[in-house]
């Protein structure tokens, strides 16, 4: 694989890959929170909440620009013809590349990663935003980071089968590469169980309310302001397919059991 301005694209990969293990257990409550909840501290406990959605930002931000480098030295190849899109681009990228982020980018509802990229902003840094923003601006820049995530790993494995390195060089790429795509698939499944329909954030992530308030049992309320669906989906989209159930709102039995499992939970995503 050959070195680039901004790297070698195969270190890039595995850097995306570091990133996605921070990130998946970013996914399951922390210590802090379960300390919180044990104090009742119901200001502790939104704190520590709010700094791991932080968390799963900048882990998610970091996984968009490892791979956005992965693939960026084609980009230096291509002939200047993208005007404007190619200006905000973090690094120029192919034709192709840069239309799949593009759309990517705008189905997950963060058209304007790149520029905030270019730019050098902190994607949900910002310690005055409320959790009911902070919760979908992670869940929704954690799913286009995983889904780009294998865009680029398979982007990096089908380019080494091209190059002319040894043996060595292509099994690394491919146990890479590989490793890379199994962990976004694992961490997709997990992201997967957030409720996006669900009415507070906490009832988002799967996990219990701040101490003090009251225990909804109600179904999710559905914000018919736009079309909108339980699960990001994201699985099934990194797998080519449709899940027949992402529009369906789970009853509060489910919800229940739902929040026991996340909050019981450790990290539950291994490294390969």
């Not at 799963?56 to 970091?62: G, I, K, L, T």
């Not at 190849?77 to 239309?99: F, I, T």
């Not at 889904?147 to 890479?176: F, I, K, M, P």
């Not at 109600?218 to 699985?235: F, H, I, M, N, W």
Request: aromatic content about 2%.
């Amino acid at each position: 694989m050959p070195a680039t301005r901004n790297g070698n694209p195969l270190t890039s990969v595995d850097n995306v890959r570091r990133s996605l293990m921070l990130l998946g257990a970013l996914l399951y409550p922390l210590s802090d929170e379960r300390a919180a909840q044990d104090n009742e501290d119901a200001a502790g406990y939104g704190e520590a909440v709010a700094a791991r959605m932080r968390g799963v930002c900048a882990q998610a931000q970091a996984i968009l620009e490892n791979a956005l480098k992965a693939f960026s030295h084609d980009g230096a190849e291509a002939k200047s013809r993208r005007g404007r899109r190619k200006a905000r681009a973090a690094g120029g990228l192919p034709d192709g590349v840069q239309e799949e982020v593009d759309r990517i980018l705008i189905e997950c509802d963060i058209p304007d990663a790149l520029e905030w990229l270019r730019r050098g902003t902190s994607i949900g840094g910002d310690p005055g935003t409320p959790l009911e923003e902070l919760v979908p601006l992670a869940a929704r820049t954690a799913a286009a980071a995983l889904r780009l995530s294998v865009v680029a790993a398979n982007h990096v494995e089908l380019s080494s089968a091209s190059d002319n390195g040894g043996d060595g060089d292509a099994e690394r790429a491919t146990a890479v590469t590989r490793g890379t795509v199994r962990t976004a698939q694992r961490i997709a499944r997990v992201l997967d169980e957030w409720d996006m329909l669900a009415d507070s954030p906490t009832a988002i992530i799967g996990c219990p309310p701040p101490p003090g308030s009251a225990v909804d049992g109600a179904e999710p309320r559905p914000d018919r302001s736009k079309e909108r669906r339980r699960s990001l989906g994201v699985a099934a989209t990194l797998a080519g397919e449709e899940s027949a159930a992402a529009g369906q709102a789970p009853g509060s039995t489910t919800r229940r059991m739902r929040t026991d499992s996340v909050w019981s939970a450790g990290g539950a995503v291994r490294r390969d």
